[in-house]
């Protein structure tokens, strides 16, 4: 970092000494940002930097909701509306154990630069509850989602801020939240995407973020000379991204071989097949299952069960490319060295912040390419803006033309990454492209609006 960008970090560290994934998320854009201080320096003078880091607003509430037993349960409610310089606030709602305020304000802040990227009109912003769909019952987690809507609902709006699903959060529960939020307020309209589509979803949304990965990678590798085609690909998780991904990738030739979940992995040397990926939907969206069932169905398969103590094994698979679709830090320096060791050459990030900061930097340092999630992951939410227009134009696309502009979308996103990695950093340093060219856009939105 140079003197400029440094003091917005320090000031960042002070305020928030215990942030550990925000202060990590800030810190690697404001390396980035090194690179454009001179270039701009009105952006300083009007305090572009310290004012971007900062959520325009956060919202925190309690969840109160009854369980199968009876017994009063009570969870902790967020959404962080980071930024509405471009757009309503848009991103995801995350249930999971994990939750904090830290992991949300990293993903809110993430997903403005990302939003911009994908060229449509979207804010960014983020939510979710420690609340833990896994072993809940259909009624319990309808009551959850009821509860958590009967306060959520007087922050968003079609307008305002338009959530959707993440992590622990699929078809089921947006639906239960927007019949919640129709009810509470007699209004059907596109308050949450990623909806059913008998009431207002957009085709290809949950294909969206796994094609779009691979999309946007098959662009990346071509650049370089390389391809998909018969290259064996570790993926990481089994959820929608997973999922998707693996789909995608196997429609273009390449041998996906890994699935995961938090507690273990298969390894499937054969490459997981169409279908093979038939099953694991089956098991993980409709049985609710773990990835370990996968081994009594194809008893040639590796499972592997997670243990954190060690670094994992998942990434010290042989193999060409890997995709990290799972969650953040997913992937640490000793994860990063195995990747370099065993000549991976491209990871592509589905999951938001798959690699620590330090993963990152040895293997860029170590010439592997890096596509990062703002710019890889982002066919999702850009399919949710898609599901928005539609809804506000009272009409639905065919898959066909979602897809399309879905494939366009990554491909100037590639473009637009990589001529700002060229003017203002070095070639393919598409960490720096994606930050950069995220930015400028909000930044003069900002710069219009006056201090706000
Ligand atoms: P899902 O809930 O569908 O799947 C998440 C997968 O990751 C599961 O296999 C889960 O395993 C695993 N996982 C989650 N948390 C952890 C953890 N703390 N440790 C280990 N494994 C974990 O989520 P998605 O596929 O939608 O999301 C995956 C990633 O992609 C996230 O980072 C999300 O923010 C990002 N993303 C998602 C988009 C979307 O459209 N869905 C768009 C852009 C990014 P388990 O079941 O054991 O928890
Ligand atoms: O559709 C969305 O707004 C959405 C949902 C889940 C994750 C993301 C993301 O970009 O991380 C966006």
Not at 56 to 74: C, S, T, Y
Not at 345 to 353: C, E, L, S, T
Request: charged share 25%.
């Amino acid at each position: 970092m140079n003197e400029v960008t440094e003091k917005v970090y320090q000031k960042a560290c002070q305020l928030d000494p215990n942030q550990k994934e925000y202060l990590q998320a800030v810190g690697v854009f404001l390396n980035s940002m090194d690179k454009i201080v001179d270039d701009r320096p009105e952006l300083t003078y009007h305090k572009i930097l310290e004012r971007v880091i900062e959520p325009e607003r956060v919202v925190m509430f309690r969840v109160p909701w009854i369980d199968d037993k009876g017994q009063l349960q009570i969870n902790r409610g967020f959404r962080v509306q980071h930024s509405s310089a471009i757009g309503p606030y848009k991103g995801g709602l995350r249930f999971h154990a994990s939750v904090n305020l830290s992991i949300l304000k990293f993903l809110g802040f993430e997903q403005t630069f990302k939003n911009s990227l994908t060229g449509l009109p979207m804010g960014g912003g983020k939510g979710g509850s420690d609340f833990s769909p896994r072993g809940k019952s259909d009624a319990e987690v309808m009551r959850f989602c009821q509860s958590f809507m009967t306060e959520l609902y007087r922050h968003i709006g079609p307008d305002t801020d338009v959530p959707a699903g993440d992590i622990g959060v699929g078809g089921r529960e947006v639906g239960y939240m927007f019949g919640q939020y129709k009810r509470l307020t007699n209004s059907f309209t596109g308050v949450l995407t990623g909806k059913g589509l008998s009431f207002g979803g957009s085709l290809i949304r949950p294909e969206a973020t796994g094609y779009g990965l691979v999309y946007i990678s098959d662009a990346i590798l071509k650049g370089e000379g390389l391809s998909l085609e018969g290259k064996r690909c570790i993926v990481s998780g089994s959820g929608n991204v997973a999922q998707y991904t693996v789909e995608k990738l196997n429609q273009l030739g390449a041998i996906p071989v890994t699935l995961s979940d938090s507690n273990g992995m298969i390894y499937d040397e054969e490459g997981i097949t169409l279908e093979k990926l038939a099953f694991v939907k089956q098991l993980k969206n409709v049985k609710r299952g773990r990835i370990a069932e996968y081994k009594d169905k194809y008893p040639q398969a590796n499972y592997i069960p997670r243990d954190k103590q060690i670094a994992n094994p998942i990434w010290d698979v042989k193999a060409d490319y890997a995709f990290p679709c799972a969650t953040q830090n997913e992937i640490t320096i000793e994860d990063a060295r195995n990747l370099v060791n065993n000549h991976v050459k491209y990871v592509g990030q589905g999951a938001n912040m798959p690699c620590t900061a330090e993963a990152e930097k040895l293997m860029m340092d170590a010439g592997v390419l890096i596509a990062p999630a703002k710019a890889a992951n982002a066919g999702g939410v850009a399919v949710s803006g898609l599901e928005m227009c539609q809804n506000s134009m009272r009409l639905a696309w065919t898959k066909e033309e979602v897809d399309a502009r879905l494939k366009n979308i990554m491909t100037n996103i590639y473009q637009n990454m990589s001529a700002a990695a060229d003017k203002y950093s070095e070639h393919n340093n598409f960490i720096d492209g994606a930050n950069i060219a995220g930015f400028l856009k909000v930044a003069d939105a900002m710069l219009g609006q006056g201090y706000v």
